[in-house]
């Protein structure tokens, strides 16, 4: 196994309004990879019309910060019951999870929704309350509820014992006890490279690249976004798609992709651990597993057509 200690993978998941997309913009802005020049629009991750139409978040798009030297991946997450299955599929490619609850609002349907998969995918939770600028904010007692929640949805106890911080997303703050000095997001920072373990997998094995994820891009087309769940992938490589269906078929890597802030940026190589985007992959769907030439082993499909209404 080798441990990619240079990147961390994480999914914050939340409910609908608690401040998800105000809080990776802070991020954002406080992990100074942008030029000065360059503002971060507003609502950043929700740029999508669809998403604008309806008010919520429904793909799931990557965002990445540094913090000193290590490569955060946020992998952002619908906010939206109905997109359950999505959620599931994004948490296969993270390994650790912001659980970000309103300070007023506490626990949700959709909290309890997403905190369910977390647990069940065996992810350990760092609970970020936030809002915590809110003159009706009531910290302790929602810490208390999520502590609840974890016990009724059958936390183990490694998991029971998740860190908490406290944020104003808006203001651009966290600190770790509510006395603390309210200055930068550093406490959520150091907490997420603390906690999240570094990914881990075979480098030296054959390439196996799970897609989570489709986005299209007007110049390259279908663009298959997933992580390397072995091996490596390198630009202009010929590759396989085995499809989820159970066949194979011919591709090539024309475009390979990493993430920088909130653009893709064009990488010659990744390795086991990066999350990526590749084109060049013309009938590559969700689910599907792309793997070196002559060496097809697909990674099991997480299922998307399950009934996802259900609150339990
Ligand atoms: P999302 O649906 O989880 O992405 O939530 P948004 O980031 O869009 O935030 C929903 C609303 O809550 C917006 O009006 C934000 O301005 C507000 N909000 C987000 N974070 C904070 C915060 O830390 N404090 C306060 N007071 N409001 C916040």
Do not use: W
């Not at 078929?249 to 990526?276: P, Q």
Request: charged share 30%; net charge negative; with cysteine.
């Amino acid at each position: 196994m080798d441990i990619r200690q240079d990147i961390r993978n994480i999914a914050i998941i939340a409910h609908v309004d608690h401040g998800k997309t105000t809080l990776v913009d802070a991020m954002l802005r406080q992990s100074g990879i942008f030029r000065e020049n360059e503002a971060v629009a507003e609502r950043v991750m929700d740029s999508n019309d669809l998403e604008k139409e309806r008010g919520i978040t429904i793909l799931a798009k990557n965002t990445a910060v540094n913090y000193n030297g290590i490569k955060i991946n946020i992998v952002d997450t619908p906010g939206h019951a109905d997109f359950g299955g999505e959620v599931e599929r994004v948490l296969k490619m993270v390994d650790g999870v912001l659980l970000l609850v309103d300070a007023f609002e506490g626990s949700m349907p959709q909290t309890r929704f997403v905190l369910k998969k977390a647990l069940s995918l065996n992810l350990k939770p760092i609970v970020v309350v936030n809002k915590i600028d809110r003159p009706e904010a009531r910290p302790d007692e929602v810490v208390d509820e999520i502590i609840e929640l974890f016990i009724e949805l059958g936390a183990d106890d490694d998991q029971l014992e998740f860190p908490v911080v406290f944020a104003s997303s808006r203001e651009g703050f966290a600190v770790c006890d509510l006395g603390g000095e309210r200055i930068d997001l550093k406490p959520l920072f150091n907490m997420i490279i603390e906690k999240v373990p570094a990914p881990k997998g075979d480098l030296s094995g054959t390439l196996q690249l799970l897609v989570s994820n489709i986005d299209y891009d007007e110049y390259v087309g279908r663009i298959a976004i997933g992580r390397v769940e072995r091996g490596s992938v390198k630009l202009g490589q010929q590759a396989i798609i085995c499809k989820k269906e159970g066949h194979v078929i011919n591709a090539k890597i024309t475009k390979l992709y990493c993430y920088e802030g909130l653009k893709r940026i064009e990488a010659n190589e990744a390795k086991v651990g990066d999350i990526v985007a590749v084109s060049g992959v013309g009938d590559v769907t969700i689910g599907d597993t792309i793997c070196e030439v002559g060496m097809p082993d697909p990674l099991p499909f997480v299922a998307i057509d399950e009934p996802t209404l259900s609150m339990t």
